[in-house]
């Protein structure tokens, strides 16, 4: 695995894979890898010759009093796992080389970015797809990988290819979870161990609504009641949201049906947490980590 840093080696390192014919696959992440962004890399690795990797914690996409400065960074760490995942390229760009100076233009989201994640964190969608598109801009991959946990942010940056005709396939990999259900995220770093328990109402509250639909109920209000009951009743976790959404469009259903996505943030103790699950598939849908 061939580690870079600056925007020019990376733009050379991908010109020498396309010259070469090749198809090259893409995973951009904030680092602190754990299993899921591998899953993304074996998932790119299936689709393409030569996967690159980018680690870079993007300043644009975190609010003023968000956890920008404390996000966990360990770019050892980062490496040997990427490495043993098979990445071929690992990129990690300084700050300063990706925005030398603040962006003047940036990607307006448009109204999709308004609800769930966009509504409590404003200006972070406009963030995401600012470096998502700069990313590959300079990466020019065929396919690139993103993770459904990021629900609202993987269908941001679809609707962002599809309007501004960016020329690189996006896959979206499902959730990989713990045996016991958490998803997998970075930020489960910083639960103690008594919130790390607590944080497991947040799939059992997807598990709940996934129970009623099954049980026959197509009500999505009463879907998005029975999750927000498992939420409610875990002391020290605090509901940002809940609700029931069409996928494409991500406005709230009124009926539910199997693409339907029921999706919640939550406060676990001061961390954000965010889970997601498509009604049809229920979390068996989703990988769990192995071993
Ligand atoms: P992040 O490093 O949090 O910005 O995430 C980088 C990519 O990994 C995004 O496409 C995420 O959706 C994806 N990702 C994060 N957590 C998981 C997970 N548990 N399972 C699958 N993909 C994930």
């Given at each position: 695995?061939?580690?870079?840093?600056?925007?020019?080696?990376?733009?050379?390192?991908?010109?020498?894979?396309?010259?070469?014919?090749?198809?090259?696959?893409?995973?951009?992440?904030?680092?602190?890898?754990?299993?899921?962004?591998?899953?993304?890399?074996?998932?790119?690795?299936?689709?393409?010759?030569?996967?690159?990797?980018?680690?870079?914690?993007?300043?644009?996409?975190?609010?003023?009093?968000?956890?920008?400065?404390?996000?966990?960074?360990?770019?050892?760490?980062?490496?040997?796992?990427?490495?043993?995942?098979?990445?071929?390229?690992?990129?990690?760009?300084?700050?300063?080389?990706?925005?030398?100076?603040?962006?003047?233009?940036?990607?307006?989201?448009?109204?999709?970015?308004?609800?769930?994640?966009?509504?409590?964190?404003?200006?972070?969608?406009?963030?995401?797809?600012?470096?998502?598109?700069?990313?590959?801009?300079?990466v020019q991959p065929d396919v690139a990988v993103f993770g459904r946990k990021d629900v609202e942010q993987a269908a941001l940056v679809r609707r962002m290819v599809l309007d501004l005709d960016v020329r690189t396939e996006i896959v979206v990999a499902p959730t990989v979870r713990e045996a016991d259900g958490l998803a997998l995220s970075s930020r489960n770093a910083y639960l103690g161990a008594d919130e790390r328990r607590r944080a497991l109402a947040l799939s059992r509250a997807l598990a709940a609504g996934v129970a009623l639909y099954r049980g026959g109920e197509r009500r999505a209000r009463a879907v998005v009641a029975a999750a927000r009951a498992v939420l409610e009743a875990e002391p020290g976790v605090a509901v940002d949201y809940v609700d029931c959404v069409e996928p494409g469009a991500f406005v709230a259903a009124e009926r539910a049906d199997d693409a339907s996505v029921l999706l919640l943030a939550a406060r676990v103790g001061a961390t954000r947490l965010l889970d997601n699950v498509a009604l049809g598939e229920g979390l068996e849908g989703d990988a769990r980590v192995e071993g």
């Open positions: 695995m061939r580690i870079v840093h600056g925007l020019p080696e990376m733009r050379a390192a991908s010109a020498v894979v396309r010259r070469g014919g090749r198809r090259l696959g893409f995973v951009p992440t904030m680092g602190a890898l754990h299993a899921g962004h591998l899953s993304l890399v074996r998932e790119a690795r299936a689709r393409a010759d030569v996967v690159a990797l980018s680690v870079f914690v993007n300043p644009l996409q975190f609010g003023p009093h968000e956890d920008f400065a404390r996000y966990p960074r360990d770019a050892g760490r980062d490496g040997a796992l990427a490495e043993r995942a098979g990445a071929d390229l690992l990129w990690m760009p300084a700050g300063d080389a990706m925005y030398p100076e603040p962006p003047s233009v940036t990607v307006a989201p448009g109204p999709m970015a308004e609800a769930y994640e966009g509504a409590v964190r404003p200006g972070h969608f406009a963030g995401v797809l600012t470096v998502v598109l700069k990313l590959l801009n300079v």
